[in-house]
């Protein structure tokens, strides 16, 4: 039972990303019509740097991709670990109402990281 729990938790995450990182590529969510002014700022900075939005979305997507599968999950963990902890700096600084279901988010993957240490291992030995 613990197993089927899990797995569905890892696949909606998964799912989760992948959405994220489509509607980063092909804004088929509309941005909400009133915005404060320091996010707007934040993303009209992100905009210019005319490359970093579609290396995140295809992060997301690949990541999230790779975190569905439970042979891959701890390298789609482990991939999208910077870009979730970017999301909860964002929140944290700049919106924090969306503050739990960044940490929500956080849980999960930091979940799917500490049981798969063992798989990371390796590459920190000598």
């Keep these: 039972m613990k197993t089927k729990i899990l797995n569905v938790i890892s696949v909606l995450f998964a799912l ?13 969510i509309p941005m909400p019509e009133e915005m404060p002014e320091e996010i707007l700022r934040v993303m009209e900075a992100f905009m210019q740097i005319g490359w970093l939005f579609p290396l995140i979305a295809i992060g997301e997507i690949l990541g999230g991709i790779l975190f569905a599968i439970p042979k891959f999950r701890a390298l789609g963990a482990i991939m999208l670990f910077p870009i979730v902890l970017g999301i909860n700096l964002h929140h944290a600084m700049y919106a924090p109402e969306g503050m739990i279901i960044a940490l929500i988010v956080l849980a999960i993957d930091g979940w799917a990281i500490a049981e798969n240490w063992h798989k990371y291992l390796p590459m920190i030995r000598q």
Excluded: A, D, I
Aim: no cysteine; glycine share 8%.
């Design 16 to 28: 989760l990303m992948v959405h994220s990182g489509l509607n980063k590529l092909f804004n088929y």
